[in-house]
């Protein structure tokens, strides 16, 4: 049955960037889909965790196991430990989603090397160890998915944009790189591309929102869950030969010019 | 109401044009799994038949229009009559396609003939079936359009002109469908599909088993029956204009045709370091 090949029963999974909107849903959205979620922070700020905590407790309100991790996704010892034991509390590690959401604006003749670094090494370099600690696990399993989001910003520039868009655009091209390199080993590496999206965090001013409900072909921005859809294909068994893909889901917004 | 579910189709009616045989008859049979009554288009009745014998083994109707998509009036006669059927279309599968007349040939040796057959077969019989469809999904208030582009509509290939231009334009004509529809919740997308050799061992040997394409192997038909349901359920509400290529990785590399990308190799990165 064409609909059986969805579900995640007895598939584990690690979302990273949970306290985000799109983050959260696509952890939720997993869960409902039948598969057990762990959950962590971006960063170690107080509201992240509070968030975090919050979606953990909507994984559990749908009868699945997880748990909820405040970590710092730019540090090589907060992932590596928080792989390990969403691996072995969660029993194996089928999914990773990568939904790392660290906001960022600034003209960039202000932006100083280290604030460049932050966002880089958050952004991006946090993305590479999550999906290099996930690696053992998968790679020993023989079969994996690795999903990262990234959004707009990692196709079209934006002003003040700077940093943040050099990191997502790396983020799509580790993907395709990933892919290849692990396209013989069972695991699965893709992107989804968001759109704009009720409560991103870089959508922060009211007048860059409104102008945006005006402009976007649909006339709206995304529900978070309408994001949180193909990240479930990706993760199922459905989606076995989908690897290196980008796959946008925008509204149209990347049909105009 | 859960994630899984917004995937079911029930009630809801797919045309599906090229629905006789290979990934069009495995994309109906998903659809139908899913829920949908189907309307099987194809120009040859007898493959139409076979694929709408399994649709109603699955408890879902079935109506068999013989269609020739170059020709305007058959396509408009089509959506006639499943309107007449089933009162409604919600999912529009524009899946006909190939014309492999010219193909294999440069530029300089193609005829005006092969040129035109090609670009109708592949770019305007979507845009005939679309223009008859449209009107009744804005009646009923929406619909999904999913139209078949190729590896080929994204990357060129030697002697290949026809299918890579008609490929493209089905690209750039969808990202306008979903400019044009977006705010009439009429959402239009791609699907590319990588090679498929439908279980015919002459295209498995053509293709050398898939061992160039990056995941090692070649595409089965069956695999594009999720990807389809999803793009033709609610769990893809903001999706338009875009492209969901299925093809075990070429696309993510593709230095060389089918796929193949080399390995950098690491000496040459020890070489960097002593220097």
């Known amino acids: 049955m064409v609909l059986d090949q969805f579900s995640l029963r007895g598939k584990t999974a690690l979302v990273i960037g949970a306290a985000g909107a799109v983050g959260r849903a696509a952890a939720v959205a997993l869960a409902e889909a039948g598969a057990d979620v762990a959950v962590a922070t971006t960063t170690r700020a107080a509201k992240e965790e509070v968030a975090a905590n919050s979606c953990a407790n909507e994984v559990w309100a749908l009868d699945r196991k997880g748990f909820a991790a405040s970590i710092d996704a730019a540090s090589e010892a907060d992932v590596q430990s928080l792989v390990e034991r969403a691996a072995a509390e969660l029993g194996r590690l089928d ?42 696990p998968m790679l020993s399993q023989g079969s994996g998915r690795i999903i990262n989001i990234v959004s707009l910003l990692a196709e079209r520039g934006m002003v003040n ?6 990191a997502q655009a790396g983020v799509m091209n580790l993907t395709r790189a990933l892919a290849l390199e692990w396209a013989r080993s069972g695991i699965t590496v893709n992107a989804v591309g968001a759109g704009w999206t009720e409560g991103m965090g870089i959508l922060a001013d009211e007048d860059s929102r409104r102008k945006l409900d005006r402009y976007l072909p649909g006339k709206r921005l995304a529900r978070p869950e309408e994001i949180a859809g193909i990240v479930v294909y990706m993760a199922s068994d459905a989606a076995e030969y989908l690897t290196g893909q980008v796959v946008w889901i925008e509204g149209g917004a990347l049909s105009h010019v | 109401m859960g994630v899984l579910d917004k995937l079911r189709l029930d009630g809801k009616v797919a045309v599906v044009t090229g629905a006789g045989r290979g990934l069009g008859r495995a994309m109906a049979l998903a659809l139908a799994e899913a829920g949908c009554d189907i309307v099987a288009a194809a120009r040859t009745r007898s493959q139409i038949d076979e694929t709408a014998g399994l649709v109603r083994d699955g408890g879902r109707r079935c109506l068999v229009v013989p269609t020739d998509i170059t020709d305007p009036a058959s396509v408009a006669a089509m959506v006639e009559s499943a309107i007449a059927e089933f009162g409604r279309i919600d999912i529009l599968l524009n899946n006909a396609g190939g014309a492999t007349e010219g193909m294999g040939k440069p530029v300089e040796e193609i005829t005006d003939q092969e040129w035109h057959t090609g670009i109708d077969t592949n770019l305007s019989g979507t845009f005939y079936c679309c223009r008859a469809a449209i009107p009744h999904m804005l009646r009923q208030g929406g619909g999904k359009i999913i139209n078949v582009t190729s590896g080929f509509g994204l990357r060129g290939g030697r002697d290949n002109f026809m299918y890579t231009s008609s490929k493209a334009g089905l690209i750039n004509f969808t990202r306008s469908l979903a400019m044009t529809y977006a705010e009439r919740n009429i959402q239009a997308n791609l699907i590319a599909p990588g090679l498929f050799p439908h279980d015919n061992p002459a295209m498995v040997e053509w293709w050398r088993g898939g061992k160039f394409v990056p995941m090692g192997r070649l595409g089965r038909d069956e695999e594009l029956g999720p990807l389809c349901v999803f793009l033709a359920s609610d769990l ?10 299925l093809e075990g990785g070429g696309l993510a590399g593709g230095h060389a045709p089918t796929g193949f990308a080399p390995v950098v190799p690491l000496e040459a990165d020890a070489r960097r370091g002593e220097a």
């Open chain 2, 236 to 245: 893809s509400s903001y999706m338009n204009g875009d492209i969901l290529a």
């Open chain 1, 161 to 166: 944009g700077s940093a943040l868009c050099a």
């Open chain 1, 95 to 136: 999914v990773l989603v990568n939904a790392h959401d660290l906001p960022f604006a600034k003209p960039i003749q202000e932006v100083s090397p280290d604030e460049w670094r932050r966002v880089m090494d958050v952004n991006l370099t946090g993305v590479f160890l999550a999906c290099r600690a996930a690696a053992a």
